[in-house]
Nanobody, 115 residues
């Protein structure tokens, strides 16, 4: 079993920055890919960025390329999402996901971009 706990969501003005954190505990050695997803009201959950723990291969959604950066600190079992130049359309609940032979989700953290 893997437990994922996100933090760092907040209300921020357009153009601002936030860093989200996701701390993993449990059988984290079994997790191959860590990622961030988001879900806005009335929309489907979508991939923001993910990273392979073995190869460090990274994927970004086109909408966040050049603005968001995903990274990991394996010593802290933590994955980060640095979000810069935030836009109102980035408003959503952001979820951390861990994938292996099973899929694990965190509880989500709210990001609101508004003036």
């Amino acid at each position: 079993q893997v437990r994922l706990v996100e933090s760092g969501g907040a209300l921020v003005q357009p153009g601002g920055s936030l860093r989200l954190s996701c701390v993993a505990s449990g059988m984290i050695f079994s997790v191959d890919v860590m990622g961030w997803y988001r879900q806005a009201p009335g929309k489907q959950r979508e991939l923001v960025a993910d990273i392979s723990r073995a190869s460090s291969r990274i994927n970004y959604a086109d909408s966040v390329k050049g603005r968001f950066t995903i990274s990991t600190d394996n010593a802290k079992s933590t994955v980060y999402l640095q979000m810069n130049s935030l836009k109102p359309e980035d408003t959503a609940v952001y979820y951390c996901k861990g994938s292996s032979t099973r899929t694990y989700w965190g509880q989500g953290t709210q990001v609101t971009v508004s003036s």
